[in-house]
Structure formats: structure tokens, C-alpha cells
């Protein structure tokens, strides 16, 4: 292993292996108005890395919400909520919300720097229950107002992200078997519905593989990932090292204001990092995901935080390019692009970006417009 101040190097993670996470694309499917999202082919970026091909997986439009926090949100609370009636397998939300007609009502309740939270409320109203939603201050006030057209309390808190998810599980401990915390940060004893979150997210790789293959490309080489406490990384990490063939590179990409996963592979082990203001929003997060922790170090070979600036910039070239991306999607073009500064990347690459949300579901401040 290697480090320098803002990035870190595995050489071992690429021959690591794990077990693959169940696929859960069947109970996706099922939702109203499932369709893969598009993966783009981006030349330009290509010949600008100097590597082979750029693929971007853009989840600028994902069962009706703009970014892809839907698959994990709606597969763990079906998971959840099944489990009340009598099911050990998630239900499909409609037959989920027939069933629940006869039980007492629950409140979903989320901390949330914009997307999950907004995704817990959808799936809520999907399911006619009531959805409590705690978020920052400081997100944006579309985000504020997209968790409120969900028809979900919002309460804001003028605090960390982290004290933020503390308060909004001592309310469900408060309210017991009245409602229900979706969260993918966990700890223990709060690991199964967290699990559940990042089992949700293997229908984003499991797209990914298939669609790369009807453009006659059997592997990528590297993948970047954009990493808030790391349950996307996780599921990232267990789909492409339980393979018996080469497995590519894992890219994690973090703001420079929360790198709570560099930190902690620096460290070798889970640190709590302070964080500060950022304009990706939805990776400003403090701790590691205690369930995800020894898979990401595991299996994480290249870790980099990057600017606001650098981020913004991608942003603005993906919009050029045709790709809808908000600032923790474009982030990982910017991790890329530090590697390619970097002297880090092949020519022969084949490597493949993580837009894990639309510019709508977090705009840029007008001073990185």
C-alpha cells in the first residue's frame, strides 16, 4: 500500500475476493416505470484521459426520481416492512401496500443530505404512509422542497450530518413499533436494513454488466465510485471481487471536506473525520458504514478526495458532453481525472463513472454555475 495527502493505493485489492450480493433486479423490475438508465460511451473523455473508452452510467432519471438512492431505499423498506406481514422475501410495493391496509400505521424516518431522504418519502407515498425526514441546514432548498412534495415532514437541524442521523434514530427508538429507520449508515445492532440498502444498489452493476456487453465489452478496467459513508462502494466492491476472472480497479471519490473513507484507509481502520461544507452534498458524511467497513478495505484499490472547483468543472464538461450529472456524480470524473494527473492510468484502459444524480437533484451555487 502507498498514500500521499489525498490519495491512497492498494495494490492488493484487485486479487481480494468475496461473496456476490444477491440480485435483487426481479423486485426493481416490478416497480412502475422501471427501465435501465443509459450508459454512454463518452469519446471526448477518452481521448482526454489518454485510455481506451469512458462509460458513464448516468442515474439522472431513475423510477421517477433523479438519482439512484430509489433502488436501495425501496428494496430495504420492502424488506422491512415485508417481514411485518408474514414475508421473508421483499414484496412488490403494490402488493406490499395491499397488505399493509390491516396492520398499524408506520412513519419512515431518514437522515438525509437530500436523495436518500427524498427516496424514503416516494417509496412512503407509493405505500400511503407518512414519511419523517431530518436534513441539514445547509442542503439545497431544492432538495428541501423536493422531500416536502413528497408529502414527508422535513425537520431541519443545524447540524452535522452525523448528529443528524443520531437524532433521527433516537426518534424511531422514541416512536417503537410505530415507525421504521431507513438508513444506510449503521452500527451495532441497526445492520440489517443498512445491508438491505446496499443489496438494493446490485442493480446498478448488474445493468451495467449487461449493457456493457451489447457494446461488446466483456470488463471494464477501472470503476469510480462516488462515496458518501460507502454503501455504494460496498456494493460495488462485493459485485466486482466475486468473480473468478481479472477484477478491474475500485475508485473511491470523496469532497476534500469529508474524506472519512481516505482517512480511515490511511489509518487502517474506521475513523469519524469533521467535516465541512461541500457543494456534494449527498458525500458529506463523516463516518464509514460499520457493515461495509472491512469490504471497503479491503477491496478499494485507489481512494482520492477532490474540490468543489474540480468537481463544479466536471459538471459543467459532462453537461457539454450530453450527460445530466450533479456535483457527487461529476465527482467522479474529477477522480479520474487526479489519477490521470497522477501518471495512474493505462492507455489501454477501459474505465467507468458512477452519475449517481441529475444536476436537478442537486444544482450548482450560483458562484460554480
Known amino acids: 500500500m502507498s498514500a500521499t495527502h489525498s490519495l491512497y493505493l492498494n495494490d492488493a485489492a484487485r486479487d481480494w475476493r468475496t461473496s456476490r450480493l444477491d440480485d435483487v433486479s426481479a423486485f426493481h423490475q416490478s416497480m412502475p416505470g422501471y427501465t435501465p438508465t443509459r450508459l454512454v460511451e463518452v469519446p471526448e473523455l477518452a481521448a482526454e484521459l489518454g485510455v481506451a473508452a469512458v462509460y458513464v452510467k448516468e442515474e439522472a432519471s431513475r423510477l421517477g426520481l433523479p438519482a439512484f438512492k430509489i433502488l436501495g431505499a425501496s428494496y430495504a423498506i420492502s424488506r422491512a416492512l415485508s417481514t411485518r406481514v408474514g414475508s421473508a422475501s421483499a414484496l412488490s410495493l403494490e402488493t406490499l401496500r395491499e397488505a399493509l391496509i390491516d396492520q398499524a400505521p408506520v412513519t419512515l424516518i431518514a437522515a438525509t443530505d437530500g436523495n436518500h431522504g427524498r427516496a424514503v418519502a416516494h417509496t412512503a407515498r407509493l405505500l400511503g404512509l407518512s414519511a419523517r425526514i431530518f436534513t441539514p441546514a445547509d442542503i439545497t432548498d431544492a ?50 436494513i443498512p445491508q438491505w440498502i446496499v443489496d438494493g444498489y446490485s442493480t446498478l452493476v448488474e445493468e451495467v454488466d449487461a449493457q456493457l456487453l451489447t457494446l461488446g465489452v466483456e470488463a471494464v478496467d477501472l470503476v469510480a465510485v462516488p462515496v458518501g459513508v460507502g454503501s455504494l462502494a460496498q456494493a460495488v466492491v462485493r459485485h466486482y471481487r466475486s468473480g473468478a476472472g481479472a477484477a478491474p480497479r475500485v475508485l473511491s471519490v470523496e469532497p476534500d471536506a469529508a474524506p472519512a473513507i481516505l482517512a480511515s484507509l490511511h489509518a487502517g481502520a474506521a475513523l469519524t473525520v469533521p467535516t465541512g461544507h461541500t457543494i456534494m452534498a449527498g458525500l458529506n458524511c463523516g463516518t464509514p458504514t460499520d457493515i461495509g467497513w472491512e469490504t471497503l478495505c479491503a477491496g478499494i484499490d485507489v481512494a482520492v478526495s477532490v474540490a468543489d472547483a474540480s468537481t463544479a468543472q466536471a459538471v459543467r464538461d459532462l453537461e457539454r458532453l450530453g450527460i445530466d450529472s450533479g456535483p457527487c456524480g461529476a465527482s467522479t470524473l474529477a477522480g479520474v481525472r487526479a489519477l490521470a494527473d497522477a501518471g495512474l492510468l493505462s492507455s489501454d484502459a477501459r474505465v467507468l463513472l458512477l452519475s449517481t444524480e441529475s444536476r436537478t437533484a442537486n444544482p450548482l451555487p450560483e458562484e460554480f454555475a
Open 143 to 192: 432538495a428541501k422542497r423536493a422531500i416536502e412534495a413528497e408529502g414527508a415532514e422535513r425537520i431541519e437541524l443545524a447540524l452535522p450530518y452525523d448528529d443528524i442521523v443520531l437524532a433521527a434514530a433516537a426518534d424511531a427508538s422514541t416512536a417503537g413499533d410505530e415507525a421504521l429507520l431507513i438508513q444506510d449508515t449503521s452500527w451495532n445492532g441497526y445492520e440489517d
